[in-house]
């Protein structure tokens, strides 16, 4: 397998949960290969800051940051500057996730930051409204993400499917070819083939995959999933 991003496409947020921490992390990253090896379909990971060096040195899939700050080096304390995950190796970074939004402003900068330096911005957005107003900044991917169904087991490809179909109608009115992903409540694989038949590219999940008692199982049913 290979850093390089591919559709349909399978991304995981490790978030800051225990079951994706330190060694848990590397576990997960592994796994995470090892189901795109044997599916052929790409999934990427996205671990804590803390430990984006390591998983980059164990596994040769595509490795994200969970958030980077609109900055330049420099006097910035506890901020993350687009250089330094780009030194540790990543592919890419989630951008505005609605657990720690940004403003248009900030998009738009880190975005083309991002372009600049090679790497791939996955923004994540709350509304199709939102979502094509993002598109404008151009950004490599779009994740769709209510976020009253983050974490609730509840997908939004099922319990909204207008908003995901909404999202990828007005996406491509200002920019057709944008990738975009659902995320939200997604756990299952048919949660992801629903998903796919509304028009997107594949998922971001999280929690279905980091806490589940089988994360591989799970994966597995995600990624064979997303081809249909």
């Known amino acids: 397998m290979s850093r390089e991003i591919k559709f349909p496409l399978v991304a995981v947020n490790f978030k800051t949960y225990k079951e994706s921490t330190g060694e848990y992390a590397l576990r997960l990253a592994r796994i995470a290969e090892e189901v795109s090896v044997k599916t052929g379909v790409c999934v990427a990971v996205a671990p804590q800051l803390v430990d984006i060096s390591k998983v980059v040195a164990t596994v040769n899939t595509p490795v994200f940051a969970q958030h980077l700050d609109p900055y330049d080096p420099g006097p910035y304390t506890g901020h993350v500057s687009i250089e330094a995950v780009r030194q540790a190796g990543v592919t890419g970074s989630l951008v505005n996730h609605s657990e720690h939004m940004l403003k248009v402003s900030e998009i738009d900068l880190i975005v083309r930051k991002m372009r600049n330096l090679g790497l791939n911005s996955l923004v994540c957005t709350n509304t199709a409204q939102v979502s094509a107003a993002v598109a404008a900044l151009e950004p490599n991917i779009i994740a769709i993400e209510p976020p009253e169904l983050i974490g ?77």
């Open 152 to 228: 609730s087991g509840i997908p939004v490809s099922k319990a909204k499917p207008e908003i995901v179909t909404d999202t990828v109608s007005l996406i491509r009115k200002v920019k057709s070819n944008i990738p975009v992903l659902c995320g939200a409540g997604i756990s299952k694989g048919e949660d992801a083939s629903a998903a796919i038949r509304l028009g997107t590219k594949g998922v971001l999940v999280s929690s279905g995959v980091v806490k589940a008692q089988d994360p591989k199982q799970v994966l597995l049913d995600l990624a064979r999933s997303v081809t249909i």
